[in-house]
């Protein structure tokens, strides 16, 4: 009965595929499964770049605007500044309201004026210094001009003359050429006191220093004053023109968006500020010309990429769907395969068809049961493999609990015995090694410890030295009194590995003599830094070998042995504190010795920690 059943079935799917009803379906399955997500989450995924990439192109040039117009409140803050002390001048003064009978008197009196020729020279942000005065006896010499009628008809010379505050304009001159340029200038009045002559001040800003400062790669940067007429720009071809041509009908005082710009669309920031005592406005555009093509070409690549992953995936389907009939046999051959109880068949077959679904259910059947299998046998190893390293890391503990201990009570032992055959010295050497070896033993792991242990502790190591080397080795140890060494911390075992490197490297060559000495004071300047020096009378360092010393400090390098301890003393210090604490390492030359200086922080404690 079971197998006429199962002829019944393939026989149903040999005709449903020759009628081609898989291949049919195949591609139903993937529209509905393939085509039509895909197509809404390319549409998030356009949607959401696009709307990410113009927000971070906006954020970067709302920034660099802000800067632009810091930029520019200080340049002109100082140029109001220099305007103040120019237009109070008295020898100007003095000068301005003199008659003068013959022009060499007036040429003189300039000449002999240093104060414009100072603010010129020294302040480059200013392009000129240029003094208008309605002096009759006036003639045109350096920077000084008569006041002509075109002058007088100025709109910026008329607003000069009828208020006393400094206002900016967009100054526009040309050259011999007819080559028009234009000025950001600060115009103000010059109040001649007891004279019946006006004079304006006029401070043009140099276009090529606002340009050096504000130059920033792939942004445009455009100043215009009250009138919308852009007086300064980063690109010539905007200069003269009203700031509406750049960015159309627009709110000035605050503006952020894409603007279509002679047929482009660029990405555009419009802010207003206000200058330093003036009743003028400054209108900063900032523009981003590459950023809506750079959106494009990005949206363009997604696309791109969305389109061929719907289209590969219809070929393959296409061509695979093909020879789906013969694999008829291939689902028969595999279900004989399963039920005699061997799981390895192949994954050949796909789809939404009767065909393709029993042989999914079968392959994930199969899959399921071996992966099955798989995990329970990983799992079991698993559990051995952490059951082992369990016990090899008790093993650790414990030898490293009981070989250091051992080796203590050995040593008091060895002790013991040498103070019974009253070998007093060494039964001190071995009790102060001893000591040595206990306070390791307790600060192992220890994250501080207070300063009259590590005093003690190097106290003991030096006396060591001091037994094997004698006279070679003499040490002083010296504390601030303001220093409580009881509440003081410090990283444990910091000091001794530079007492280490000063006997060893320091005192190497040293007959007799030689001395380490360790300082701990607090910082005069910052009494919340710990100072701690050693200093040995030693060989000392060159200054070639002293710089490589401080270059080794940085690089890790473990075949390097010599500068290993100061190494890690010195990453120990700024991974626990970072700046400003460190090592500093000083020596006068060869033959002068070496100290050592370690900057810490001044830790205070009511409790041990």
Same mark, same amino acid.
């Given at each position: 009965?079971?197998?006429?059943?199962?002829?019944?079935?393939?026989?149903?799917?040999?005709?449903?595929?020759?009628?081609?009803?898989?291949?049919?379906?195949?591609?139903?399955?993937?529209?509905?499964?393939?085509?039509?997500?895909?197509?809404?989450?390319?549409?998030?995924?356009?949607?959401?770049?696009?709307?990410?990439?113009?927000?971070?192109?906006?954020?970067?040039?709302?920034?660099?605007?802000?800067?632009?117009?810091?930029?520019?409140?200080?340049?002109?803050?100082?140029?109001?500044?220099?305007?103040?002390?120019?237009?109070?001048?008295?020898?100007?003064?003095?000068?301005?309201?003199?008659?003068?009978?013959?022009?060499?008197?007036?040429?003189?009196?300039?000449?002999?004026?240093?104060?414009?020729?100072?603010?010129?020279?020294?302040?480059?942000?200013?392009?000129?210094?240029?003094?208008?005065?309605?002096?009759?006896?006036?003639?045109?010499?350096?920077?000084?001009?008569?006041?002509?009628?075109?002058?007088?008809?100025?709109?910026?010379?008329?607003?000069?003359?009828?208020?006393?505050?400094?206002?900016?304009?967009?100054?526009?001159?040309?050259?011999?050429?007819?080559?028009?340029?234009?000025?950001?200038?600060?115009?103000?009045?010059?109040?001649?006191?007891?004279?019946?002559?006006?004079?304006?001040?006029?401070?043009?800003?140099?276009?090529?220093?606002?340009?050096?400062?504000?130059?920033?790669?792939?942004?445009?940067?455009?100043?215009?004053?009250?009138?919308?007429?852009?007086?300064?720009?980063?690109?010539?071809?905007?200069?003269?023109?009203?700031?509406?041509?750049?960015?159309?009908?627009?709110?000035?005082?605050?503006?952020?968006?894409?603007?279509?710009?002679?047929?482009?669309?660029?990405?555009?920031?419009?802010?207003?500020?206000?200058?330093?005592?003036?009743?003028?406005?400054?209108?900063?555009?900032?523009?981003?010309?590459?950023?809506?093509?750079?959106?494009?070409?990005?949206?363009?690549?997604?696309?791109?990429?969305?389109?061929?992953?719907?289209?590969?995936?219809?070929?393959?389907?296409?061509?695979?769907?093909?020879?789906?009939?013969?694999?008829?046999?291939?689902?028969?051959?595999?279900?004989?395969?399963?039920?005699?109880?061997?799981?390895?068949?192949?994954?050949?077959?796909?789809?939404?068809?009767?065909?393709?679904?029993?042989?999914?259910?079968?392959?994930?059947?199969?899959?399921?049961?071996?992966?099955?299998? #798989?995990?329970?046998?990983?799992?079991?190893?698993?559990?051995?493999?952490?059951?082992?390293?369990?016990?090899?890391?008790?093993?650790?503990?414990?030898?490293?609990?009981?070989?250091?201990?051992?080796?203590?009570?050995?040593?008091?032992?060895?002790?013991?015995?040498?103070?019974?055959?009253?070998?007093?010295?060494?039964?001190?050497?071995?009790?102060?090694?001893?000591?040595?070896?206990?306070?390791?033993?307790?600060?192992?792991?220890?994250?501080?410890?207070?300063?009259?242990?590590?005093?003690?502790?190097?106290?003991?190591?030096?006396?060591?030295?001091?037994?094997?080397?004698?006279?070679?080795?003499?040490?002083?140890?010296?504390?601030?009194?303001?220093?409580?060494?009881?509440?003081?911390?410090?990283?444990?075992?910091?000091?001794?590995?530079?007492? #280490?490197?000063?006997?060893?490297?320091?005192?190497?060559?040293?007959?007799?003599?030689?001395?380490?000495?360790?300082?701990?004071?607090?910082?005069?300047?910052?009494?919340?830094?710990?100072?701690?020096?050693?200093?040995?009378?030693?060989?000392?360092?060159?200054?070639?070998?002293?710089?490589?010393?401080?270059?080794?400090?940085?690089?890790?390098?473990?075949?390097?042995?010599?500068?290993?301890?100061?190494?890690?003393?010195?990453?120990?210090?700024?991974?626990?504190?970072?700046?400003?604490?460190?090592?500093?390492?000083?020596?006068?030359?060869?033959?002068?010795?070496?100290?050592?200086?370690?900057?810490?922080?001044?830790?205070?404690?009511?409790?041990?920690?």
């Amino acid at each position: 009965m079971g197998n006429k059943k199962s002829e019944k079935k393939n026989t149903s799917l040999k005709k449903r595929i020759q009628k081609g009803g898989i291949k049919r379906q195949l591609y139903r399955v993937y529209i509905f499964a393939g085509v039509i997500p895909l197509t809404i989450i390319g549409i998030f995924l356009l949607i959401n770049t696009y709307s990410m990439f113009k927000s971070y192109n906006e954020e970067l040039l709302e920034s660099y605007n802000r800067r632009v117009a810091t930029t520019l409140f200080e340049i002109t803050t100082q140029t109001y500044n220099i305007s103040g002390k120019l237009a109070y001048d008295k020898d100007l003064w003095n000068l301005l309201s003199n008659n003068y009978s013959d022009e060499s008197d007036e040429e003189f009196m300039i000449d002999n004026l240093k104060v414009i020729d100072d603010y010129n020279y020294d302040y480059t942000a200013i392009d000129s210094i240029e003094i208008y005065c309605d002096n009759d006896t006036f003639k045109d010499y350096e920077n000084f001009f008569k006041v002509t009628d075109d002058i007088e008809e100025k709109s910026w010379y008329q607003k000069a003359i009828s208020q006393s505050s400094a206002f900016w304009v967009s100054m526009e001159t040309s050259d011999e050429n007819d080559n028009i340029s234009y000025n950001l200038s600060l115009v103000r009045k010059i109040p001649l006191v007891d004279s019946d002559y006006h004079a304006v001040l006029v401070m043009r800003l140099s276009s090529n220093y606002l340009n050096m400062r504000l130059l920033e790669e792939n942004y445009i940067s455009a100043i215009s004053v009250s009138n919308l007429e852009i007086a300064f720009c980063s690109e010539e071809k905007y200069l003269g023109i009203n700031m509406d041509d750049i960015a159309g009908d627009q709110d000035y005082t605050k503006f952020l968006g894409l603007v279509n710009v002679e047929g482009r669309t660029d990405l555009v920031c419009i802010t207003k500020l206000s200058p330093y005592h003036s009743d003028s406005e400054f209108y900063i555009c900032t523009i981003n010309e590459d950023a809506y093509m750079q959106i494009r070409k990005t949206l363009t690549i997604c696309m791109l990429i969305i389109i061929f992953s719907i289209l590969i995936p219809a070929i393959s389907i296409h061509f695979f769907s093909n020879y789906f009939a013969d694999r008829i046999k291939t689902l028969k051959n595999a279900l004989h395969k399963v039920s005699g109880g061997d799981y390895n068949i192949p994954d050949a077959l796909s789809g939404d068809d009767e065909v393709s679904e029993a042989f999914t259910d079968l392959v994930i059947a199969t899959k399921t049961m071996q992966e099955q299998k #798989e995990k329970v046998y990983e799992s079991a190893l698993r559990e051995k493999e952490l059951e082992k390293q369990y016990e090899e890391t008790k093993f650790k503990v414990l030898a490293g609990q009981i070989n250091p201990h051992f080796l203590y009570n050995t040593l008091e032992t060895i002790r013991m015995k040498a103070f019974k055959a009253k070998d007093r010295e060494v039964a001190t050497a071995i009790k102060t090694l001893g000591k040595i070896l206990r306070y390791v033993l307790d600060n192992n792991g220890m994250k501080k410890t207070n300063l009259t242990g590590a005093l003690d502790y190097i106290s003991n190591y030096l006396s060591i030295q001091k037994l094997r080397f004698g006279d070679r080795i003499n040490y002083e140890i010296n504390v601030d009194d303001s220093i409580d060494k009881d509440r003081t911390y410090i990283l444990p075992l910091l000091i001794q590995p530079l007492i #280490e490197n000063a006997i060893i490297h320091g005192l190497d060559e040293v007959e007799e003599n030689g001395k380490v000495t360790v300082n701990i004071t607090r910082d005069k300047g910052n009494e919340d830094i710990l100072i701690i020096d050693v200093i040995d009378n030693g060989c000392g360092i060159s200054k070639e070998n002293l710089e490589k010393l401080l270059e080794k400090l940085n690089i890790d390098n473990e075949d390097e042995k010599r500068s290993i301890g100061l190494k890690n003393v010195y990453k120990r210090v700024t991974m626990s504190y970072g700046e400003p604490f460190g090592m500093e390492i000083k020596s006068e030359g060869e033959g002068m010795g070496t100290s050592v200086r370690l900057l810490l922080p001044f830790d205070i404690y009511e409790h041990n920690v």
